[in-house]
T-cell receptor, first 112, second 114 residues
């Protein structure tokens, strides 16, 4: 079955700097890769996603890149703000899409 | 905020008891997936329901069971509760299966087993 690894587990950046979180997956059949942000005590919120027919997708300060050959994808946050502080989860699923397999999460702290 | 709602928000049960958690999916969504999120970990897939049928199951024992109703709302039932069942239980709704389409989570039910 699919296995998703995520690094780093914790990340601290200064406000205004960029943050990068990296994930790898094992199942080459996976073709949909969402990223979720979860603030303390709240639900995971979808912030961006990418499908396997696309190499990069951007939405304002957030971008995701996908390398299908290497089976890894990354989340990039530019001009970080304190409200970006949260736990970020990557996930992968395939066309049969019965479930998402989540990474273990990255706790991002943006220091003022 | 998503249109996915879960009830109750918090629950305390005793080991050996049974519990039912409920989820109302977002309007227009026909698929509900349930996840267990232990403290400090990512969500783990329990099972998915699509058009009232189970459509995939993760590595959870049979004492975890579910239902989906004609209005696409769903229940998660857990029998013979164990201490390790203490977690945040999340449901996510999507259209035509969770793969390849966005899935939106409810706020979760925090279950504590004592």
């Amino acid at each position: 079955g699919e296995n998703v690894e995520q690094h780093p587990s914790t990340l601290s950046v200064q406000e205004g700097d960029s943050a990068v979180i990296k994930c790898t997956y094992s199942d080459s059949a996976s073709n949909y890769f969402p990223w979720y942000k979860q603030e303390l005590g709240k639900r995971p919120q979808l912030i961006i996603d990418i499908r396997s027919n696309v190499g990069e997708k951007k939405d304002q300060r957030i971008a995701v890149t996908l390398n299908k050959t290497a089976k890894h994808f990354s989340l990039h946050i530019t001009e970080t703000q304190p409200e970006d502080s949260a736990v970020y989860f990557c996930a992968a699923t395939d066309n049969y899409g019965q479930n998402f397999v989540f990474g273990p999460g990255t706790r991002l702290s943006v220091l003022p | 905020e998503t249109g996915v709602t879960q009830s109750p928000t918090h629950l305390i049960k005793t080991r050996g008891q049974q519990v039912t958690l409920r989820c109302s999916s977002q309007s227009g969504h026909n698929t509900v997936s349930w996840y267990q999120q232990a403290l400090g970990q990512g969500p783990q897939f329990i099972f998915q329901y699509y058009r009232e049928e189970e459509n995939g199951r993760g590595n959870f024992p049979p004492r975890f069971s579910g239902l989906q109703f004609p209005n696409y709302s769903s229940e998660l039932n857990v029998n013979a509760l164990e201490l390790d069942d203490s977690a945040l239980y999340l449901c996510a709704s999507s259209l035509e299966g969770a793969g390849n389409t966005e899935a939106f989570f409810g706020q979760g039910t925090r279950l504590t087993v004592v």
